[in-house]
């Protein structure tokens, strides 16, 4: 499965950004799928997962409130909104999708594969 993240750009803070992922060839119906994002001298860090159903969606604190993350079965895609955007929010922003149990969702190493990120600048 090959993930193709998109969206990411420069806004100002306070600015909205959708994110989309893709996977040309390949269906994402049977994988859950999750959202990472590593700033700068930073670890890499959970930002959303939903589950493979749509059925459960899990946020990073920092995210919650802001951020949605969706999925839209029809168009093979797996999206993240993102509103009130603030400058810590940035970061690449990876898609990744695995099949993780409910309570390791947040975890990287669930994931079996990764899109290439895309890069998301939030000034102040």
């Known amino acids: 499965v090959q993930l193709q993240a998109s969206g990411g750009g420069l806004v100002q803070a306070g600015a909205s950004l959708r994110l989309s992922c893709a996977a040309p060839?390949?269906?994402?119906?049977?994988?859950?799928m999750a959202w990472f994002r590593q700033a700068l001298g930073k670890e890499r860090e959970f930002v959303a997962a939903?589950?493979?159903?749509?059925?459960?969606?899990v946020y990073a604190d920092s995210v919650k409130g802001r951020f949605t993350i969706s999925r839209v079965s029809a168009e093979n895609a797996v999206y993240l909104q993102m509103n009130s955007l603030k400058p810590e929010d940035t970061a690449v922003y990876y898609c990744a999708a695995g099949r993780p149990v409910h309570s390791a969702m947040r975890s990287p190493a669930m994931y079996y594969y990764w899109g290439q990120g895309t890069l998301v600048t939030v000034s102040s």
């Open positions: 060839g390949s269906t994402l119906g049977t994988y859950s």
């Open positions: 939903i589950k493979w159903s749509g059925s459960t969606t």
